[in-house]
């Protein structure tokens, strides 16, 4: 690991974009390998049936959202493991105890997580599904609901892993875990190598066996890596350190809002779709999967960010707050771009992966598709540019207001606007891929306006003294 002393002028702009860049690779491919892995048990569950896909959809509709609100809080553990190392460079004791708290905070949401998927069945019977469905859907849930501790556990180290600027670890577990998931799925959905065929309850214990590999494969790392094991972060877990307990869920409660609200606003527009027409849900599903998969890049380039403001933040360097922070925002804004351009120019090539382009009965389906991802070339430039303003003043451990900008832009402005667009004024599914981005859009240009004005956050809390950055691999 070599230190990048932070100054002025271009050289220090390509030394930041480097180590941006250096570090955000890795948390990329991981966030994708962890979609892959989800795509996975989508396909395989559809290998099974419609009605076994359709009750895995149930499902994981149940499990997703709390499983998001739970990861938000874990989230908070890479800005204050960052700026703990900013301050201090070889600082110990704090690092290990907001891993500690880390630890206590999984658990904590686990329980509750934990009551409500057991009872998934009733949930869904409580909501009009289809009994049939529903108990096969809670029999799924009551074998993925033990994968979220283990899972939790990995959000936390994995935060610990990346804020030390080594998230290749990560990255190389995750690998392993999407290969083993999918073996899992093959042996115990279909019964192979002499297992019982266990359907889509095999499915979950596939998906439990997995976050369980993830999790103690990193915990044998952290263990073992030199650079990881000094910190002793199990050591004396039962030692509670509130007031650090209290922080946590002070930054970590409003992103876990933020998620919730992204997520919900993505979940109603596709209910939206589907009173607009079937094609226009098909082609809304088209869009969105391909919008999603481009969208982990910036979500990697913002977890980077927040680990690069983070540590500029806790070492009182303004200077390198605004490097960080401007390098991560140009980053993510040059691939969009180049995301955009592709969905404006491609668009049939990118539709065939889902459906055969001369079947006539796929016309309509993909006509729309055309449409909305010409949309959606806006809505992934503006989409990047919240997701790593976000990260950005996450690094500064801002948080609480940048939810109440989330509430506003996507449920006050671009669910509104949606609804306007499609059913008022005609658009139809074009006016909900609208909507969006307006919604996106709004909460983009207040996030960016809240870095530009990031003095009055740093007010009386840093000096304005240049500190060393540095950057390393795994």
């Known amino acids: ?229 000094r910190y002793q972060v199990f050591g004396r877990f039962w030692r509670p350190d509130w007031p650090r307990f209290r922080e946590m869920l002070r930054i970590g409660l409003p992103i876990s809002g933020i998620l919730t609200f992204e997520v919900g606003l993505f979940g109603a527009s596709a209910l939206l779709m589907g009173l607009i027409g079937g094609a226009s849900l098909a082609a809304h599903a088209i869009a969105i999967q391909l919008a999603s998969l481009a969208f982990m890049v910036p979500m990697g380039i913002a977890q980077a960010a927040t680990v690069r403001v983070g540590r500029a933040y806790g070492a009182g360097s303004r200077q390198g707050i605004t490097l960080s922070g401007w390098a991560a925002f140009g980053l993510g804004i040059a691939f969009m771009t180049v995301a955009a351009t592709v969905m404006v120019t491609l668009p049939h090539l990118l539709i065939s992966a889902f459906l055969e382009l001369d079947d006539p009965a796929n016309a309509e389906v993909i006509s729309l598709a055309v449409i909305f991802l010409a949309i959606a070339a806006l809505f992934q430039i503006v989409d990047g540019a919240q997701a790593v303003a976000g990260g950005m003043l996450r690094g500064l451990h801002d948080t609480k207001v940048p939810m109440f900008y989330a509430a506003i832009g996507y449920w006050g402005i671009g669910m509104p606007s949606g609804i306007l667009l499609a059913f008022w004024a005609g658009f139809g599914g074009a006016g909900i891929w609208l909507g969006l981005c307006i919604g996106l859009a709004a909460v983009a240009v207040m996030l960016v306006v809240r870095w530009l004005r990031r003095d009055r956050l740093l007010r009386g809390r840093i000096a304005d003294q240049p500190q060393s950055l540095s950057t390393s691999s795994m």
């Open 1 to 229: 690991m070599s230190p990048t002393t932070i100054g002025a002028g271009g050289e220090a702009w390509r030394r930041e974009i480097r180590a941006m860049a250096v570090l955000a690779w890795p948390i990329v491919l991981t966030n994708l390998a962890q979609n892959a892995m989800q795509t996975t048990d989508v396909l395989m569950m559809g290998w099974l049936g419609p009605e076994a896909l359709a009750a895995g959809t149930l499902g994981f509709n149940i499990y997703f959202t709390p499983m998001i609100f739970g990861m938000g809080l874990l989230l908070a553990v890479a800005p204050m493991v960052a700026f703990e190392i900013g301050r201090r460079a070889h600082s110990v004791r704090d690092v290990r105890r907001t891993v500690r708290q880390g630890f206590w905070v999984a658990l904590m949401v686990a329980l509750p997580l934990w009551v409500l998927m057991w009872n998934g069945e009733a949930i869904l019977v409580s909501m009009g599904q289809d009994p049939q469905l529903s108990a096969a859907a809670g029999g799924y849930l009551r074998a993925m609901q033990w994968a979220l501790l283990p899972f939790y556990f990995f959000v936390v180290l994995r935060s610990f892993v990346s804020a030390l600027e080594r998230p290749g670890w990560a990255l190389a577990i995750m690998l392993v875990a999407v290969s083993f998931n999918g073996f899992a799925n093959w042996v115990l959905m279909f019964g192979n190598l002499g297992f019982p065929a266990l359907g889509i309850v095999g499915t979950g214990v596939a998906t439990t066996l997995s976050a369980t590999l993830m999790c103690g494969g990193l915990i044998l790392v952290v263990l073992l890596h030199r650079k990881f094991r």
